[in-house]
Structures are given as C-alpha cells and as structure tokens.
C-alpha cells in the first residue's frame, strides 16, 4: 500500500481525535472504578486489567477498522485474547487502550492511550493522550512531535524545555519502572540497578549519582515526558510494542536517542542511523533506552558523548 503525505495527514487527524475519544472514555471509566471497580488480574496479582481497557480497545479498534478497513491492528487486549498479527509490511496500527492500569486502579493521573501507526515496518505516526491532565501529544515522522496542552492556544514544539546538554547520567532525572515481572531474581537485580544508579556507589558513574529516580506507571508517558524534556532518560525492560510504537515516534522527533540493546551494538558497530537497524527487535525486542537529545549530536564530541551515556546505561544496568 502506497501513502500520500495527505494520507499521513489525515492518519494522524484521525487518531488525535480517536485518543481524544477514547480519553474521555477513560475518565469517566476512573470514575466508575473508583467507585466500585471490577479488577481483573493476568499473569499475576500486579498484572490489572478492568472492564475499560477492553472498552476502550473496542472502541479504537472498531474506529480504525470503518475508517481503514484494510490496516492491520495490533492491541494489547486483542493479543491477550488470542488475536495476534506479526509485524508486517501492511499499514498497521499497534495501540495500547490504557497504558498505566494500574495507576487508572488507583486514581494516579498518569494513564493514557497509545495510538501508535506503523509504515512499511516503521513507527511513523504517534498519538499518546493522558485524559486526567488533557495532554495531547503527537508526532508524525519528518515533521516534529508535539504537545497540546490546556492553558496555551498552539500545539508546543517539543523539546519545551531547553536541553541542559547532559554530558553523564549523573545529571540526569531517570524514568525507570518496576514491570510486573516480580519474580524475586529478576526484582532484585532490577533494585539493585536503581540503587547502582542512585547511590554513590565506587563501580558506577565514577562515584556519581543520578539526580534522582521516577516510576510514571506509564511507558507511553515515560517516552512522551523524556521528549517534552521533563525526564533526561527512560530505562525500561519488558516493554511491549503497544507500550512504545507511538513513544518511538513522539521521541524520536523531538531529537531523543532510542534504542533497544541489538540496536545499539549495531548502531554502534556499523554507525548506522536508526533509520536502517531492525525496527522488528525494538518493537519486540522489549528493551529500551530512550535519551533526550544531546545539545551537539552533530558532532564528534556529541556522538561520543550519547554512546558514553548508552554505555554507562548498559554498564550500570542489569
Ligand atoms: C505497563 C505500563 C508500565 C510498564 C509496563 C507496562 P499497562 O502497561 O506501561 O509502566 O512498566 O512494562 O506493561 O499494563 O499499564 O498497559
Ligand atoms: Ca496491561
Ligand atoms: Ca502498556
Ligand atoms: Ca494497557
């Protein structure tokens, strides 16, 4: 299937308007669950899932298919009830109806829905909006990403914060999550990351420690917040291709770094652009690293400086 850039255009009216649809379900869902909320549990007692997250898939999903009947539609919930398309070279859209479950069980404000929509095997458009606090964030690759926020009349180009040129990660405000994989072995070697990291430990960062650590709950809203400027970096394994489509997108135009662990020895044995690495391992290689941008990436020195900061991460980590 061939698309125009009008084409392009209309995909991402269409799904900023889904995810604002789809946003005001969700809230009035918190309301519901909040009150008297069904909680179901997948895996384990830490895996949620509600009623909403089906509606809400339902309701995406059912847009999509009018409006695009011939895409392809990758969801969280429609994988976990069997229904489970490969990544191919049809149009497809690869949503997460709440990402942030378990903050939606708790009336943390931090949820949101992830419209992410992949071309010729590529993340290409990224829709991700948290209804509690009426963000909109959206970006359609080669044209920027951005944030519609209440209290200003123009979408705001992101980065919105100017980019303290992170030279370590001894600077750096770090999104990391828990996961809901709480065997202990695998627990305990995450803890003992985040303790590497924030603790002045000798091994790590030459004695250095991260300004400090934050869990959203949300990994759409951890890549939306790093390209926003408001995280320096998002550290997360085990993530799922509904968790990052529209996350890649987002970040990737306001001039982050992502990357997944095959990525980043290939980028950095064959200096390729990420443009050429294996967009099937990140999406489900299910490892991640995304870094806001580096002020001269340009350069020598800020090439050198963004491959430090990916090695001091895979040094640090696990
Ligand atoms: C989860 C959230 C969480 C992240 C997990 C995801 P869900 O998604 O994004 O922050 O740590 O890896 O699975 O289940 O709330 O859609
Ligand atoms: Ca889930
Ligand atoms: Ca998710
Ligand atoms: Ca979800």
Sequence with gaps: VQLTPKDFSDLLEFSKSLAKSAGEVIRSGSKAILQDGAVDEKKNSVDLVTEW??????????????????????????????????????????????????????????????IGFIYKRQPTIGVIYNPFLDQLYYALKGHGAFLEVPGYSNPLRLPI??????????????GVEWGSD?????????????VRLAG??????????????????????????????????????????????AGIVIALEAGCYVTGSKQYFLAHRDEEPLDLVDWDELLWGRKYIVIRAIADTATEKGRDTQRRLVEDFYNTVE
């Design 53 to 114: 997250d089906v509606k809400v898939e339902n309701l995406v999903k059912g847009e999509i298919s009018k409006t695009y009947p011939d895409f392809k539609f990758i969801g969280e919930e429609s994988y976990s009830s069997g229904d489970r398309p490969t990544l191919s070279d049809d149009p497809t859209f690869c949503v997460d109806p709440i990402d942030g479950t378990t903050n939606f069980v708790h009336g943390f404000p931090f949820a949101c829905i992830s």
């Design 200 to 245: 002045d430990s000798k091994e790590v960062l030459g004695g250095k420690m991260v300004h400090s650590l934050r869990s959203m709950g949300s990994a759409a809203l951890n890549y939306s917040t790093v390209a926003q400027g408001g995280l320096d970096s998002y550290w997360e394994i085990g993530c799922w291709p509904w968790d990052v489509c």
């Design 161 to 174: 914060s100017k980019a303290r040129p992170l030279e370590s990660l001894s600077q750096a405000l770090l």
């Design 182 to 194: 709480r065997r202990a072995s695998v627990i305990q070697k995450k803890a003992n990351s985040f």
